[in-house]
């Protein structure tokens, strides 16, 4: 089953409809929220609840040595050469 995170938007009355439609349109396209409930009040205030899906990552094992001196050592740098003429 999906685990999903929450938000809940309290909307007041005097905002109109058109301002809550862009409200909720953003937090859906750059949010990724999808709306879940929305409720109207006798107040005329509204509460909207969206939620996403929380992506987990999965935590992968790391792989086998290669060999008994695997990881190597520290690098040594290759000698520096005098310039030439």
Known sequence: MAEYSYLV???????????ARRLLTDH???????????RLYADGSRKATLRRKVIRAVRTQLPAPLSPGYPP???????RLPPLG
Do not use: C, K, T, V
């Open 73 to 79: 050592g520290p690098l040594i740098p290759p000698p």
């Open 9 to 19: 938007l309290n909307l007041p009355r005097g905002m109109s409809r058109d301002a």
């Open 28 to 38: 859906a396209e750059y949010g990724r929220w999808e709306l879940s409930r929305m």
